[in-house]
């Protein structure tokens, strides 16, 4: 046993892609990632990569190596920008690969107290 190795496994990069190439799960896993940002864990770094997977997934297959290469730099540029017209160069962003920004009810917050400050913080970022 003295030359026993661990197996070789297979990438889960692959199979990753390959359920990704279905929009809808695509859309729930920007979802889940985006949701990490509520709980304040949310990470540059985990975000562009979930974001570069969803473009390997829908992009590239439908789009000529220029383009790819030119909607990639975009988003390096939107990620790293502050202000509201980030919001809607996601949104354009998010477009060309065929998904769209969204808006849901936050299911956690049932309290009076709670909803009014959240309907004032986003009061507050939409004068930024």
Known sequence: MKDAKMPASDSYHPFKISNLKDPTYSAAYLSLIF????EGDLELKVMLSAMRDIFEA????????????????KLDVLLSQNGSATIY?????LKA??????????????GEEESSASVAELAEVGNV
Do not use: F, I, Q, Y
């Not at 949701?35 to 509520?38: L, N, Q, R, S, V």
């Not at 690969?97 to 049932?110: C, R, S, W």
């Open 97 to 110: 690969l065929g998904l769209k920004l969204t808006v849901a009810v936050d299911e956690g917050d049932t």
């Open 58 to 73: 829908l992009g590239e297959p439908n789009m000529s190596a220029d383009d790819a290469s030119l909607h990639l730099k």
């Open 89 to 93: 160069g996601l949104a354009s962003w």
């Open 35 to 38: 949701g990490e940002e509520e």
